[in-house]
């Protein structure tokens, strides 16, 4: 009988092999959902998963994911796990238009990814002219107040203040200067003064000799955006230098989660956090940790209340094993709450090692027995 040469025979193997990897394709995933977070810091997705004995196996998804029209290249995510089905991607303040798309992995195959989803964050917005919306706020810069001047003997203002530098898509259409008489009035006049490079502005008919509170903020077509620090003027004084009030509000500083523990025989986790080295602690009461389920996705987030501003991080039972959480991390104080850090993902298996543990023990007791 006739036979191959032994190199022959191993190439058309390894053709074999190759072909029929080709005609078997990788899982493609399909997006379920995608949507903000409750902060809109993040973007929430939610992707299909195959059965459990499908060929090749899934090890794992990449999350690829771009800036529409200002990214060449997109960022990929990689997540461990054939049975993940959600992530959270963290939002950049330059863009509030995003390409994403998912793909599945095995040990040496990579899928295809599903057709991208275009997502535009300004579709979420709450457009309201006279309150503006949480985003617009967050999005538009902040204007400080460097000067003032008295001016015709007390019937007239001069204001200048400058802006940090923007690196928001947002087109500033001009600034809106708030003013009232200290004491007197209870609610501001407000004056628009259109211009994206305008940086001062006169305001006329002030009474003389009176103390006016003063203050400044971009806008746009969204909203408007936060007002400066308020500054106290007298009319009728020349050369004065400003004087601020208190800007006592709530923290504006946002810790960071450094670790999501699950603790071994104990049916909970510990979670840790940093605070920022130029903090203001002084105005700080304590954090609010909250956690909630990532399914179903409307999920109210369970607040945990911690009365120590000196405290770094916090146990919470209670949780379900298997399920995957979300959690976040906020200081606050008597004026209410600052920024939430970006939710973080974490799946509960500290039951499970406790189960594990006393399973372990009493097949250790018996065999000692027998």
Not at 31 to 45: A, S, V
Not at 94 to 101: A, C, F, L, P
Not at 165 to 185: F, H, M, P, Q, T
Not at 279 to 303: C, L, Q, W
Request: with cysteine; net charge positive.
């Amino acid at each position: 009988m006739w036979k191959l040469p032994k190199f022959q025979s191993i190439f058309y193997v390894v053709v074999l092999i190759t072909t029929l990897r080709l005609l078997v394709k990788m899982f493609v995933p399909s997006i379920l959902k995608i949507c903000p977070t409750d902060e809109g810091t993040g973007i929430y997705l939610e992707w299909t998963i195959p059965e459990k004995d499908c060929k090749p196996p899934v090890h794992g998804y990449i999350v690829a994911y771009k800036r529409h029209e200002l990214d060449i290249n997109y960022s990929c995510r990689s997540l461990k796990g054939g049975r993940t089905c959600s992530h959270v991607i963290s939002l950049s303040r330059v863009s509030s238009k995003y390409n994403i798309m998912v793909s599945a992995y095995g040990y040496k195959e990579h899928g295809d990814f599903c057709p991208p989803v275009i997502l535009c964050m300004s579709d979420y917005l709450d457009v309201n002219r006279s309150q503006g919306c949480g985003d617009i706020r967050e999005l538009l810069p902040k204007p400080k107040i460097t000067k003032t001047k008295s001016l015709h003997e007390g019937k007239g203002l001069h204001l200048k203040w400058r802006v940090p530098l923007d690196v928001s898509n947002v087109i500033i259409e001009g600034y809106i200067v708030a003013y009232k008489r200290c004491g007197l009035d209870t609610q501001y006049k407000e004056k628009m003064v259109p211009g994206m490079n305008t940086k001062c502005h006169a305001i006329t008919g002030t009474k003389p000799c009176t103390l006016y509170e003063v203050k400044v903020a971009a806008c746009a077509n969204e909203g408007t955006g936060l007002f400066s620090v308020p500054v106290i003027v007298r009319t009728g004084v020349e050369n004065q230098q400003p004087q601020k009030m208190s800007d006592r509000g709530e923290p504006t500083f946002t810790p960071a989660i450094t670790g999501i523990c699950n603790i071994i025989g104990h049916p909970g986790v510990f979670v840790r956090w940093k605070i920022p080295d130029n903090a203001d602690m002084k105005n700080v009461d304590g954090y609010i940790v909250a956690f909630r389920k990532t399914v179903p996705s409307t999920a109210e987030y369970h607040r945990c209340v911690i009365h120590d501003n000196s405290m770094t991080s916090h146990y919470k039972e209670g949780l379900q094993f298997g399920m995957t959480y979300q959690v976040k991390v906020a200081a606050y104080n008597s004026l209410g709450c600052g920024q939430f850090t970006l939710p973080k993902l974490f799946v509960f298996h500290g039951k499970d090692a406790s189960k594990r543990r006393k399973l372990n023990r009493k097949l250790k007791f018996k065999t000692k027995i027998s």
